[in-house]
């Protein structure tokens, strides 16, 4: 399979806005246009690396297994699935495909979604890092 991808680093909450305290709303609101302006209909990918407090590993797998639930469920999104790290189990990485921005969208409004930060902010140890890809074009040969 053959993917165009172009990788665009957005600095946004993972799940919040009380994820990412250094996000102001002017901040978010504006990054979150300039992707949207800059993205045509096209395919999206999220991955979410986070790093979890290891007396929580736990708690965060049974949050996260709600979040996993319901956004597999979205009309637009073709997977969501969170993979923890064989070698330091305090290592999680959520890898989501989307039909389209408009999908995503749909997804960061969720009421789920939004509940979800809140629920992180005990259970990881740093800021999660993130990349939303846009791809351009796939091939299945």
């Not at 102001?24 to 949207?36: H, I, L, N, V």
């Not at 997977?79 to 959520?94: A, C, E, G, W």
Request: hydrophobic residues 40%; contains cysteine.
């Amino acid at each position: 399979m053959k993917a165009k991808l172009l990788i665009l680093s957005f600095c946004l909450c993972l799940i919040s806005s009380g994820y990412a305290n250094s996000q102001t709303p002017e901040t978010s609101k504006s990054s979150a246009s300039a992707m949207k302006a800059s993205v045509p209909d096209k395919g999206m990918m999220i991955v979410a690396k986070l790093s979890v407090k290891p007396e929580k590993v736990k708690s965060f797998i049974e949050a996260a297994k709600e979040m996993i639930q319901k956004s597999n469920k979205e009309p637009g999104c073709k997977s969501y699935q969170l993979y923890q790290d064989p070698y330091d189990n305090n290592k999680f990485v959520f890898v989501e495909e989307y039909k389209n921005q408009a999908a995503v969208d749909a997804h960061f409004a969720s009421d789920y979604f939004k509940a979800f930060g809140p629920k992180m902010n005990d259970l990881v140890a740093e800021p999660g890092k993130i990349k939303i890809i846009t791809v351009d074009k796939e091939e299945i040969k």
